[in-house]
């Protein structure tokens, strides 16, 4: 007999393996598929991908918009503060309707535009002055001098305040009180010095340079054209005659007469002068008491609690503010250095 036949294919299931080539092409799709979520040839890939950009773009967009409203609110706190501090120009602060010593400071160069501007002290000394608390006005002087001009301005505010008020003024000087700084000073009813001060210096200077032997020795040759006689008289370049020279003299001498007779006046009886006072030298504050241009050493807390009688100070000096500083610097200091360079004012140094 024979084994019936069955047809391999037919209601038998085949336990047999599949073959291996099979097996690791299924295995590499399975893993594709899994790892993409949504592969090229997957349903809604494009949609995915889009997305993801989309989100991408939103994000970047959402840091530079914050980037950019941080920096606006930076330069918005930084007017803000700027607008706040550059209101404010200094004077007192503190209470002002109890006893107490008005202090001005005048320090460094005296010129307009300088901190110690005659508008900046005279408008510090007027409020000091009108201030019912104040017992007292102190200049608190450390300068080397500067313009007559500005000096003048100030010492004649001086008297005039003095007697509106009739408040006493007194001047401390702390390291130098010299030329316009002592013209100033010398309006005061009395003048306070440290022994090692420097007082004095009297006098009026113009300086300048003059190149014209360079020129000449270099070939160089100057070429001004003026209508009037004297118009290049201060000019550096150009030969100075002798009646350009007697005229610059007499102006000078002029200026200094000026500056002796406010002296005189405010020191009246108690200068002692000798034929060095008005020479333009300058003394330790010690030297200056026995010549009588000053009157005693002291210092501003000893003059506020000796002489005033009211030890609080209350500091009524003006600055310039921010605003006021920058259009300066940027605005009209453009042409400061060419129009300075054309001036040729006398001035005490």
Known sequence: MTDPQIPANQGVESNSPPAPAESARNATKMEANGATGGAPGAPGWERTT??????????????????????????????????????????????????????????????????????????????????????????????????????????????????????????????????????????????????????????????????????????????LMTAGENKGFMDPFSPQTDKQRVFAQAMLDQIHQQFIGVVKAGRGNRLKETPETFSGLFWTGQQAIDMGLADQLGNLDFVAREIVKAEDLVDYTRKDNVAERLVKRFGASIGEGGVRALRALPAFH
């Open 50 to 223: 889009l997305e993801t950009l989309a989100m991408a773009v939103i994000t970047e967009q959402r840091q530079a918009r914050r980037w950019r409203n941080g920096i606006r609110l930076g330069w918005l706190v930084f007017l803000v503060g700027l607008v706040w501090f550059g209101m404010d120009r200094g004077g007192a602060t503190a209470d002002t309707s109890t006893p107490h010593t008005a202090l001005v400071k005048i320090q460094g160069e005296i010129a307009s535009g300088a901190e110690a501007s005659a508008e900046l002290i005279v408008a510090a000394m007027r409020g000091a002055f009108e201030d019912k608390g104040a017992q007292a006005v102190v200049l608190l002087i450390n300068s080397p001098g500067g313009s007559p001009v500005q000096a003048g301005i100030i010492n004649d505010e001086i008297h005039r305040l003095k007697a509106l008020h009739n408040k006493p003024v007194y001047a401390v000087v702390e390291e130098t009180c010299a030329s316009a700084a002592y013209y100033i000073a010398a309006g005061a009813d009395k003048i306070f010095v440290d022994k090692a001060s420097v007082v004095g210096s009297i006098g009026v200077l113009m300086d300048g340079f003059g190149f014209t032997g360079l020129m000449d020795k270099l070939g160089v040759e100057r070429r």
